[in-house]
């Protein structure tokens, strides 16, 4: 039997030796394999109900106020001040979280990178970014994925809750 292929099958019937190389063979590993059995396991067992935003805002006065019109609208909220403190909470699988709201600017690690960080838990996170610049700057290929929208500042309150609704 051939080595250079693990998955092929040897079998031996009346004195013959039958060899079959297998018509596909899995690109991915058991162990990415197994971790998406396990990820959709956790997101099947968390408790329905209202969904849970993510923000991360490093100024303050922004923060808040997106928290309390969140909650207002009945909404689960964490919230960040950066990047850094966020990432123990978006690759926490026994947290709900069904929309990452982030500032595309932040100290530390960006927006965007902690979007992609949170993507390699949660696939199928939506993720809306606010920046103050403008949004051409943003809309590159490489920038937005699937999922992903922007809002340029200045915006009133309700118009982000009007968008994160619209995308949940």
């Known amino acids: 039997m051939p080595q250079n ?15 079959e190389e297998p018509k596909h063979t ?20 968390l408790p329905e109900g209202e969904p849970t935003i993510m923000i991360v805002e490093d100024e303050e006065l922004v923060r808040d106020l997106l928290v309390e019109m ?3 609208r ?6 960040a001040p950066d990047a850094e403190t ?3 909470l978006v690759t926490d699988l026994g947290q709900r979280i069904d929309l990452l709201l982030s500032d595309v600017r932040l100290p530390g ?14 696939p199928d996170l939506k993720v ?18 699937d ?10 309150v309700d118009e982000v809750v009007e968008h994160v609704e619209a995308m949940l």
């Open 109 to 122: 690690m960006d927006g965007r990178e902690l979007a992609q960080a949170a993507r390699l838990y949660r």
């Open 70 to 72: 969140m909650q207002e």
């Open 86 to 88: 966020a990432v123990p």
């Open 26 to 45: 899995p690109s991915y590993t058991a162990a990415e394999a197994a971790d998406q059995i396990v990820l959709k396991f956790v997101r099947d067992c």
């Open 128 to 145: 809306l970014f606010l920046t103050g610049y403008a949004p051409n700057a943003m809309l590159r290929d490489e920038f937005l994925g």
């Open 5 to 19: 292929n693990p998955a092929a099958m040897e079998e031996t019937r009346f004195g013959l030796t039958f060899y």
């Open 147 to 156: 999922n992903m929208e922007l809002m340029t500042k200045p915006f009133r």
């Open 74 to 79: 009945g909404f689960t909220v964490l919230a």
